[in-house]
């Protein structure tokens, strides 16, 4: 099996910053894909911003000019720097890897951590 485990989440105020990270561990062969998802209430889970193994990253036009996504291969790791934070952000945060892992013959699967919860006061 896979774990992630989020963290750095919190209270902040706005114009704040916060830096998220997430730490997979587990049966690991490789990680292909890491990357950050938000859901805020009553809206649709969202995906934030993603970094694959070669390092090519998507962000949300949202928040492509505030967070930086970066991985640590060597530590399983990704995280998550988020500047000028706005209320508008306010979400649990989620992180999501696709990871090549072994089930009785190797296989690729999509993992999620439990989510770390980031609200930004007004």
């Known amino acids: 099996q896979v774990q992630l485990v989020e963290s750095g989440g919190g209270l902040v105020e706005a114009g704040g910053s916060l830096r998220l990270s997430c730490a997979a561990s587990g049966s690991i062969i490789s990680i292909n894909t890491m990357g950050w998802y938000r859901q805020a209430p009553g809206k649709r889970r969202e995906l934030v911003a993603s970094i694959s193994s070669g390092r090519r990253i998507n962000y949300a036009d949202s928040v492509k000019d505030r967070f930086t996504i970066s991985r640590d291969n060597a530590k399983n790791t990704v995280y998550l720097q988020m500047n000028s934070l706005k209320p508008e952000d306010t979400a649990v945060y989620l992180c999501?890897?696709?990871?090549?892992?072994?089930?009785?013959?190797?296989?690729?699967?999509?993992?999620w951590g439990q989510g770390t919860q980031v609200t930004v006061s007004s």
């Open positions: 999501n890897a696709i990871v090549r892992t072994i089930v009785v013959v190797p296989t690729t699967l999509s993992y």
